[in-house]
């Protein structure tokens, strides 16, 4: 089935240490989107690519940065997480099109920052 | 400034009876509306969306109702299920525009 992939599914690092969060996705879509959640909050937009174009939301912490090597593939990286940075992550794609109609997630990492 | 608003938080219902989930939006803009829904520990699973161009949309148990004059959503299950508590997630979107604006969520608990 064709699908969005995230690995791991839980993270567990220290503070202050790097880590990277991966996303795949056998749709072929085009946009790809990175998502921060915490418990009982809406998802919140850190990033998103239109194809290889990268678009950085104004309120995203430089912190977080993202890599997209090709079409399938999209990964976050925290350069020095904190406390604060503990949180669901969340990729998603869209496909071709003018404009967004739905998106389509992984299962999420659940990221702890002991 | 929430353009997307469900005014619940939670919202518990019986089994077989009616579950109604509201959503407003501020953004006349806003032409197509999406409700997910999220389990613990899971992606957001789309559930159903309509065009502002149609006032109703339904979806076996599901229906999505519009109402644009009152900048007004809802989401109705009929018969609720145990299997429906999760949270739902009212969002939209404009034309052209890559980015969903997301409610603050609904937890929805159907009792046995």
């Known amino acids: 089935d064709a699908m969005v992939i995230q690995n791991p599914r839980y993270q567990v690092t220290q503070f202050g240490k790097p880590v990277t969060l991966s996303c795949s996705q056998t749709?072929?879509?085009?946009?790809m989107y990175w998502y921060q959640q915490k418990s009982s909050q809406a998802p919140k937009l850190l990033f998103h690519y239109y194809d290889k174009d990268f678009n950085n939301e104004a309120d995203t912490p430089d912190n977080f940065q993202s890599r997209r090597p090709n079409t399938s593939f999209c990964f976050l990286d925290i350069r020095s997480p904190g406390l604060g940075d503990a949180a669901m992550y969340l990729c998603?794609?869209?496909?071709?099109?003018?404009?967004?109609?739905?998106?389509?997630f992984g299962s999420g990492t659940q990221l702890s920052v002991l | 400034d929430q353009q997307v608003k469900q005014n619940s938080p939670s919202l518990s219902v019986q089994e077989g009876r009616i579950s109604i989930l509201n959503c407003d939006y501020t953004n006349s803009m806003f032409d197509y509306f999406l409700w997910y829904k999220k389990y613990p520990a899971e992606g957001p699973t789309f559930l159903i969306s309509i065009s502002s161009i149609k006032d109703k949309n339904e979806d076996g148990r599901f229906t999505v109702f519009l109402n644009k004059s009152a900048k007004h959503l809802s989401l109705h299950i009929v018969p609720s299920q145990p299997g429906d508590s999760a949270v739902y997630f009212c969002?939209?979107?404009?034309?052209?525009?890559?980015?969903?604006?997301w409610g603050a969520g609904t937890k929805l608990i159907i009792k046995p």
């Open positions: 749709l072929n879509h085009n946009v």
């Open positions: 998603a794609t869209s496909g071709r099109g003018n404009r967004i109609e739905k998106l389509f």
């Open positions: 969002a939209a979107s404009e034309d052209s525009n890559y980015q969903l604006i």
